[in-house]
């Protein structure tokens, strides 16, 4: 138990009383994150309250009961939960992220990745949080990489081009925003198909059928876990409320260069499953929504300033994701033990 004092805080604990100044502990500062019950959102939540924050999550369809239950397109809801609980930062996760359902709901999903930020951002300059937006590798069209902050966005798909709407509106309403791009996300997953990355689990497992399963080795891609990137925007965060040049567009990714196919391999060999089912496609795949082929990102803006992180190696971060799923669940004991 602790009181706080405008300089000092007296720390109760079993057996002595301690007093400390106030810049040793950890203030009592609030992150508001959106999205929370989605794959980065989670990550997000678990990140800020392991480092003494206070978390307000929000969430719609799986909202309750873990986190608040919230519209992120009733423009009046939005701003009744921003002024009734006043955060220091906010983390934006919610969005549509599934390219090919964009290209089919088209209206309601550029309502939530461009109208509904426009409102957390705004509302975000009203309260005076720093208001961090997470956009997508997908604002470029793969064609000259990689690409760095400045480099001019060509999105090839509707939604690429609604992320990049949503930058732009972050920017407009709250000129002092972060924006953070990131590439395709994996991590610890409630299903193995809530990633595009761990869905490819499901093709390694065909192994025990007869037949073959074709992957995609065209495109490249560069997996990326959600637990680095919510360790960065943690940084960001908590630089960016003492430096008010921590502003604009920062990049994050995970360095390995891989296709669909590359991937489905890695996780076999991380379990020692054989993987001689997996046919490699070298042609693009036909898909409702086209991709970039390859849109690397360039990172040295958040590397130069020391708020990046080392992103763990693809074949452990991905087996540490997948293990609860696998047919033995004491795969992880024997492995990691």
């Keep these: 138990m602790s009181y706080v004092g405008a300089e000092m805080r007296i720390v109760f604990s079993p057996g002595r009383v301690q007093v400390v100044q106030e810049e040793d502990l950890v203030q009592g500062l609030k992150v ?18 392991s480092n003494g924050w206070s978390v307000i999550g929000t969430g719609y369809r799986r909202a309750q009961p873990r986190f608040l239950r919230c519209d992120m397109t009733d423009e009046d809801a939005v701003r009744r939960l921003l002024h009734e609980h006043k955060p220091d930062v906010i983390v934006h996760c919610a969005a549509e992220r599934r390219p090919d ?25 009203v309260c005076g949080a720093l208001f961090i937006y997470i956009s997508t590798d997908y604002v470029f069209d793969g064609r000259s990489p ?41 991590g610890e997953v409630e299903s193995v198909v809530e990633s595009a990355v761990t869905a490819l689990w499901l093709k390694v497992e065909e192994a025990d059928e007869d037949g073959c399963s074709p992957l995609d080795h065209c495109l490249q891609r560069f997996p990326t ?3 680095d990137v919510a360790a960065v925007c943690r940084k960001l965060a908590e630089r960016g409320r ?47 929504a086209p991709r970039p082929i390859n849109s690397q990102l360039n990172c ?17 971060a991905i087996a540490d994701c997948l293990w609860p799923f696998t047919a033995d669940k004491r795969w992880r004991q024997t492995v990691f033990h």
Excluded: W
């Design 101 to 125: 359902v964009m290209e089919r709901h088209t209206e309601a999903a550029v309502h939530l990745n461009v109208h509904a930020t426009g409102t957390v951002a705004k509302e975000a300059a």
């Design 32 to 49: 508001l994150v959106t999205g929370a019950t989605g794959l980065l959102g989670r990550a997000v939540c678990k990140e800020f309250q």
């Design 300 to 316: 040295s803006r958040l590397e130069l300033l020391n708020l990046s992180v080392e992103p763990r190696p693809f074949s452990t």
């Design 146 to 186: 990689p690409y760095g902050e400045d480099d001019c966005p060509n999105p090839v798909n509707v939604y690429g081009r609604s992320k990049l709407e949503g930058e732009r509106e972050s920017l407009r309403h709250c000129p002092g925003a972060v924006i953070l791009r990131v590439p395709v996300l994996f």
């Design 242 to 288: 003492q430096d008010p040049s921590i502003r604009g567009i920062f990049h994050f990714s995970g360095k390995e260069q891989m296709t669909k196919y590359e991937m489905a391999v890695a996780m076999a060999q991380a379990f020692n499953l054989p993987s001689n089912h997996l046919i490699p496609l070298t042609e693009q795949p036909a898909a409702a």
């Design 225 to 227: 876990d959600a637990r």
